[in-house]
């Protein structure tokens, strides 16, 4: 494992686990929007600014709801990040700098692979907290489609997920998705 995923799986590992344990609450649950968020992105327009958004919201939110102080690792990060967005911009000049910020925003915002964000947490059904989408974009997402299995057992490699759902069909027989698409166009055309 390279150090550069050593130290993002630590970092997320964190929240994630908090993610597991207190899924949809409010206030500790860092995937979940905040209150904020809701109230400001509730129109079709602003959901639309929310998914262009959305990997900023989702990249600083715990900063807000669960901050939590810097480890070295962390702080190593950053500077290495700075770092070599200065050597970008120092080389390549400012368009490749706004490039490659601008094609985080789409990749992880408006974009049907970013739908999985909307889907596995946004409420389209009274009293449940998380969806799976089992669509053929899981090829291209390591499974992350399979939300529900990989809530269910964490500890199941993203490889085997369709595994455990061929096994135990009878608990993933809920509401699910199959078009990440759709599922970000029914969350930006839903009520107002």
Request: proline residues 0%; glycine residues 12%.
């Given at each position: 494992m390279g150090s550069k995923t050593f130290l993002w799986r630590r970092t997320f590992r964190r929240y994630h686990l908090e993610h597991h344990k207190y899924q949809g609450e409010h206030g500790v649950d860092v995937d979940v929007p905040t209150e904020t968020e809701a109230w400001l992105f509730r129109s079709r327009p602003m959901k639309v600014l929310w998914m262009f958004l959305q990997p900023a919201f989702y990249a600083l939110r715990p900063l807000v709801v669960s901050p939590r102080s810097p480890g070295g690792i962390e702080i190593a990060t950053v500077i290495c990040q700075?770092?070599?967005?200065?050597?970008?911009?120092?080389?390549?000049?400012?368009?490749?700098?706004?490039?490659?910020?601008?094609?985080?925003?789409?990749?992880?915002?408006?974009?049907?692979?970013?739908?999985?964000f909307v889907a596995e947490h946004a409420a389209m059904v009274r009293g449940q907290e998380t969806y799976s989408y089992y669509g053929p974009l899981n090829i291209f997402a390591f499974n992350v489609g399979y939300h529900n299995e990989h809530h269910d057992l964490p500890g199941v490699p993203w490889t085997r997920l369709p595994q455990l759902r061929a096994l135990a069909p009878e608990f993933y027989e809920l509401p699910q998705h199959h078009s990440w698409a759709k599922v970000i166009y029914m969350w930006i055309a839903g009520s107002e």
């Open positions: 700075l770092t070599f967005d200065a050597a970008v911009y120092h080389f390549w000049g400012l368009k490749a700098l706004l490039y490659l910020v601008l094609s985080t925003l789409l990749g992880m915002g408006l974009h049907v692979m970013a739908g999985h």
